[in-house]
């Protein structure tokens, strides 16, 4: 963490269902592509601390997230440019991983 903002960064996350992506992500049984999930964890970055994401260190894929289902994301400073981002619905992670910012 830094010493400037040692508070975790949160914000809620909902997909619609007539989000575009489901139609081939998966049709009869869609699911929030694992990019949107990547993508709301860069802007949320850009947000929180004005960076961009110049790369994914890692990402676990646990559980998903189906349309129309709430959830968070928190981001945590592990340093100045390292991050540690969680998607949760309640209690369960549905991802995890790290992202270094530029």
Sequence with gaps: MTESDPAPFVRPLRFAAAHPSF???FPG???V???LLLEAAALALGNWRGLTVRQVV???FIAP???D???ELELVA???TRFRFTVRRGPDTLLRGT???A
């Design 23 to 25: 139609a081939g992500h």
């Design 29 to 31: 049984r869609p699911i």
């Design 33 to 35: 592509a694992g990019v």
């Design 58 to 60: 890692d990402a676990k």
């Design 65 to 67: 997230l189906l349309p």
């Design 69 to 71: 289902e709430d959830a």
């Design 78 to 80: 592990l340093g100045d």
């Design 99 to 101: 992202l270094e910012g």
